[in-house]
């Protein structure tokens, strides 16, 4: 699911990819300096190929200024402990 929770974060899922690379380039469009795609689990594929389409496609001066991985915890009903990977990638024009 994409929605921004703060200037310049997109929060990917699984709805189609196109909808996550129109985000960013509305958000450029806005003015950001600075997108931050920011998926888990599953969803990472999808983030990676956002990135993908829109420097094949669309923003052809697109660079990747930072990555960050890790795992978020979740407890589960019934007390057991989930670990789900997550990325965040930085995108600037430039």
């Known amino acids: 699911m994409s929605q ?4 310049g974060l997109i929060l990917v899922g699984s709805k ?9 380039i509305t958000l450029f469009n806005r003015g950001s300096e600075v997108v ?3 998926a ?3 969803n990472i594929n999808n983030c990676l190929e956002a990135i993908r389409l829109l420097r094949n496609g669309f923003l052809k001066n697109l ?3 930072d990555i960050k991985i890790g795992s978020d915890e979740y407890e589960m ?8 990977s997550y990325i965040e990638i930085f995108l600037t024009k430039g």
């Open 16 to 24: 189609p990819t196109i909808r996550y690379v129109t985000a960013c």
């Open 63 to 65: 660079r990747i200024s």
């Open 4 to 7: 921004t929770t703060k200037p």
């Open 77 to 84: 009903p019934d007390g057991r402990k989930k670990f789900v």
């Open 40 to 42: 888990r689990g599953k």
């Open 36 to 38: 931050v795609l920011r």
